[in-house]
């Protein structure tokens, strides 16, 4: 069956640190990935989409990579701050392009001062 | 634009009884979708719409769920009759699709559906 896994343990890294979060999922050959931030009691909010022809991708701060060979996508937050803190989701596309995103169920990062 | 809304941001109902949630998309997005979000499940999509017409509701748990989009600027989840087991949060996203490959998914701030 198809399958998004992000670790589900919560990730505590101190503060200027590079936090690394990680998204596998078996069974899918998505067009994309997409990851998104959650604060308690919010919706989840787009950070950055990384194409399956694309390795990397960067927005300030932030760095993704997409293996599809590995089925993996790292997610790094580099000079962490405790402001990073919040829940971290990544989603694929489950087929045409058009179709609603299917999420994994995240990863709690706590950045400690 | 004041990004998705959705009403009511907190409901609760007695087991039974019927529950509408609201929303508004982006206006000019094309695409609609609702979500539910729970702890054990994570976040599953139920349905969406482009165009206002629904797509895909293969995500829909039972009969007794049901949505609407009559217009562009207005979509309802209708539960009847609601359970206990309906306790989530419901979000509602909207996006615009460029080319063939969908942009990113806009979310409203969720419904907390409480059935007691």
């Known amino acids: 069956s198809q399958k998004i896994e992000q670790n589900s343990e919560a990730l505590n890294i101190q503060e200027g640190k590079t936090a690394t979060l990680t998204c596998n999922y078996t069974?899918?050959?998505?067009?994309?990935l997409q990851w998104y931030r959650q604060d308690p009691g919010r919706g989840p909010v787009f950070l950055l989409l990384?194409?399956?022809?694309?390795k990397e991708k960067r927005k300030e701060r932030l760095k993704v990579t997409f293996d599809t060979t590995l089925k993996q996508s790292l997610f790094h937050i580099t000079a962490s701050q405790p402001a990073d803190s919040a829940t971290y989701l990544c989603?694929?596309?489950?087929?045409?392009?058009?179709?609603?995103?299917?999420f994994g169920k995240g990863t709690h990062l706590i950045i400690q001062p | 634009d004041a990004g998705v809304i959705q009403s009511p941001r907190h409901e609760v109902t007695e087991m039974g009884q019927e529950v509408t949630l609201r929303c508004k998309p982006i206006?000019?997005?094309?695409?609609l979708f609702w979500y539910r979000q729970t702890m054990m499940r994570g976040l599953e999509l139920l349905i969406y719409?482009?165009?206002?017409?629904?797509?895909?509701d293969s995500g829909m748990p039972e009969d007794r769920f049901s949505a609407k989009m009559p217009n562009a600027s207005f979509s309802t989840l209708k539960i009847q009759p609601s359970e206990p087991r309906d306790s989530a949060v419901y979000f509602c996203?909207?996006?615009?699709?460029?080319?063939?490959?969908?942009?990113?998914?806009?979310f409203g701030q969720g419904t907390r559906l409480t059935v007691v």
């Open positions: 069974n899918y050959s998505p067009a994309y």
């Open positions: 719409f482009n165009n206002n017409v629904p797509i895909d």
């Open positions: 990384i194409r399956e022809n694309e």
């Open positions: 996203a909207s996006s615009l699709v460029k080319g063939i490959m969908n942009t990113e998914a806009f």
């Open positions: 206006s000019g997005h094309d695409y």
């Open positions: 989603a694929l596309d489950t087929g045409g392009g058009a179709d609603g995103l299917t």
